[in-house]
């Protein structure tokens, strides 16, 4: 049981319950899967139930601020990629996310322009931030 002194000195419940990083990471792939294969409702509950175990996990931030942005809730996605962008800033991932967030919130100046920074890195984010980038276009 995580008590409320524990929280207050940073312990999360992940930690509490012995979840590993590589238990967050198989379910966050659970997750992944889920809103590839379009089950936002069921992607949405496994990122919450993530995100409230384990506050810190930025890649969980970012994929549920993804199934917000498609389930059409534009400020709910920018709260979730602004959680993941202040605890992983550098990571591709997350910034991508970020980038999308905005975009869907409106703020289509900032969201290109981290785009446009994203697509010339390799690997899938690249890739889908040029892809972006040609569907703005």
Not at 8 to 33: C, D, F, N, P, Q
């Amino acid at each position: 049981m995580l008590t409320v002194d524990e929280i207050s000195r940073g312990r999360t419940l992940a930690e509490a319950e012995g979840m590993t990083a590589e238990i967050g990471e198989a379910v966050a792939l659970l997750a992944g899967e889920a809103l590839a294969q379009d089950r936002l409702a069921a992607a949405r509950e496994i990122l919450e139930g993530l995100v409230a175990a384990n506050p810190r996990d930025a890649v969980a931030w970012a994929l549920l601020s993804a199934v917000f942005r498609r389930q059409g809730e534009p400020e709910a996605a920018r709260v979730c990629a602004e959680a993941a962008a202040r605890l992983a800033p550098a990571d591709p991932r997350v910034r991508l996310a970020r980038a999308e967030a905005l975009l869907a919130s409106g703020e289509r100046a900032r969201g290109r322009a981290e785009v446009e920074a994203l697509a010339g890195g390799d690997g899938g984010v690249g890739e889908r931030a040029r892809r972006l980038l040609a569907a703005m276009e």
